[in-house]
């Protein structure tokens, strides 16, 4: 499985972006998806994750109101839409998957991981 994650960029404090996870070399529908997120000097930590059919989410309480994942599995793809960002949300996020039916949320359950995409929120 191969996930290839887009949509780095600057933004400033209170703007919007949307991360975007394509996956190949595996049926999508099979894949239970999550996103994480590395600040320097931190420790990666779990962001959002979504089930294999969308029906369930699950989120950090930081990212509760302000981010929304979401996957496309038509297009076999899932996004996460992070709204009213604040400085602090600078990270590097990666996007995971694991070939399960209910949603995942511990780090290491994850199987498959993407490159990373950087995002800058200055204040």
């Known amino acids: 499985v191969q996930l290839q994650a887009s949509g780095r960029g600057l933004v400033q404090a209170g703007g919007s972006l949307r991360l975007s996870c394509a996956a190949s070399?595996?049926?999508?529908?099979?894949?239970?998806m999550g996103w994480f997120r590395q600040a320097p000097g931190k420790e990666r930590e779990f962001v959002a994750a979504?089930?294999?059919?969308?029906?369930?989410?699950y989120y950090d309480d930081f990212a509760h109101g302000r981010f929304t994942i979401s996957r496309d599995n038509a297009n076999d793809t899932v996004y996460l839409q992070m709204n009213n960002l604040k400085p602090e949300d600078t990270a590097v996020y990666y996007c995971?998957?694991?070939?399960?039916?209910?949603?995942?949320?511990?780090?290491?359950?994850?199987?498959?991981w993407g490159q990373g995409t950087l995002v800058t929120v200055s204040s």
């Open positions: 995971a998957a694991k070939e399960s039916i209910v949603v995942i949320i511990m780090r290491n359950e994850y199987d498959y």
């Open positions: 070399g595996t049926t999508f529908s099979s894949l239970a």
């Open positions: 979504i089930s294999w059919s969308g029906g369930s989410t």
